[in-house]
């Protein structure tokens, strides 16, 4: 067995360990699942609110022959006022191989890891990183596209807070692909250009489709939106994916939404029901993208 690892952000992996997560991946869906982390405890420590994200990282723990737990919240003694290090130590004591944890402070999944000694998952921390999220749309991409190289990958909506655009700019600067954010001022900040090389930055969701491989469609954070008053008409009528927008990219271009998607705000059904939604397919992948974070994390591949 090899060492384990923790899996915080993608930011500072380099894109040939990333490339391992989505080789594992392709074998994962490619064969019949093995229990190859048969007997250990996976915790899922839930801080946020989640479906896919929770649900998948369940079943993927569970088709590799692990034994989870499901912490909310809500219903622990976080609401008597535990602290998240205690609260981890806890899970740690009573036999946790694993911990994979939802926070809404970005940095949460760190300070577990600087107290733990087991490897921490991170599922989404604040507005820092959703690492899972990010593997899962690049191997989600390459279903569809031979190489992540020179793609136009354009991503439309809340940019300040998504979690989910860092993990992917990250990601996808690596595999030299050209970046595209697009929003209203107040969720798109000039600085978001120097994320990483290669990102830039358009107001104009019709110049941001133009000649797209992959528009990714995201939501406003109004969890995180702290005050911000946003027009809903205005951002319909200026950010909101609809056909004629989508024609503007490339004939053959790929949508893409993190989910939970608001219908008729950032997206119109028609596009995600459409045959360029590969929407229902990323939430697919995603245990088996999973279960190779599982197996790499635990040490066992
Ligand atoms: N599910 C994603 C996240 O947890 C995106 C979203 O919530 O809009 O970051």
Redo the contacts with the bound molecule.
Sequence with gaps: MSRTRSLIELEHLSADEIAVFLKLARRMQSGQPKPLLRGKRIALLFY??????RVSFEFAAKLLGTHTSVINATASSIEKGESLVDTGKTLQALGADCIVV?HPSSGAPHVLNRNLQVPIIN??DGMHE?PS?GLLDAYTILRHKKSLKGLRITMIG?IQH???VRSNVHLLSKFGAQIVLCGPPELLPEHAGALAPGVKVSRHIEEATRKADVVMM??V?KERLAGLRLDANHYIAHYQLTPERLKLAKSDAIVMH???MVRGMEIQSEIADGPQSVIEEQVHNGVYVRMAILSICLGVQ
């Design positions: 946020e609110a989640s479906t896919r994200t939802r599922a989404g959703h999220q809340d998504s979690r989910v995201l939501r954070q993190p989910g939970p």
